[in-house]
């Protein structure tokens, strides 16, 4: 089992910035992914972005140049910075972790392929 707990999700106005942070517990060393993915009101989980053990990352091309994922093992968290934040990044952001099938790179952002999940923290981006 592992453990995922965000932190860091906020309400700033549009062009701001947030942190968010993943801190992960448990079993770490049976998932080679960790990813953000978040889901507007309505609207499907999306992938924002991932990254691999072997330091592989993966972003959505809508937050490309403008999010950073990171990761620093020795905390087992990892970390989004969010960048020009627009109204339509707001929404809930998860972290998931697991070790999606096949390629990585395919599969890097498909929520079916993360089994743990945390609860969510809430960004919000007003106009």
């Known amino acids: 089992q592992v453990q995922l707990v965000e932190s860091g999700g906020d309400s700033v106005q549009a062009g701001g910035s947030l942190r968010l942070s993943c801190a992960a517990s448990?079993?770490?060393?049976?998932?080679?992914?960790l990813g953000w993915f978040r889901q507007a009101p309505g609207k499907e989980r999306e992938g924002v972005a991932a990254?691999?053990?072997?330091?592989?990352?993966r972003y959505v091309e809508s937050v490309e140049g403008r999010f950073t994922i990171s990761r620093d093992n020795a905390k087992n968290t990892v970390y989004l910075q969010m960048n020009n934040l627009q109204p339509e990044d707001a929404g809930m952001y998860f972290c998931?972790?697991?070790?999606?099938?096949?390629?990585?790179?395919?599969?890097?952002?498909?929520?079916?392929?993360?089994?743990?999940w945390g609860q969510g923290t809430q960004v919000t981006v007003s106009s």
């Open positions: 998931a972790a697991g070790c999606p099938s096949g390629s990585w790179w395919i599969g890097a952002l498909a929520a079916g392929n993360y089994r743990y």
């Open positions: 990254v691999h053990n072997a330091g592989y990352i």
């Open positions: 448990g079993y770490i060393s049976s998932v080679c992914s």
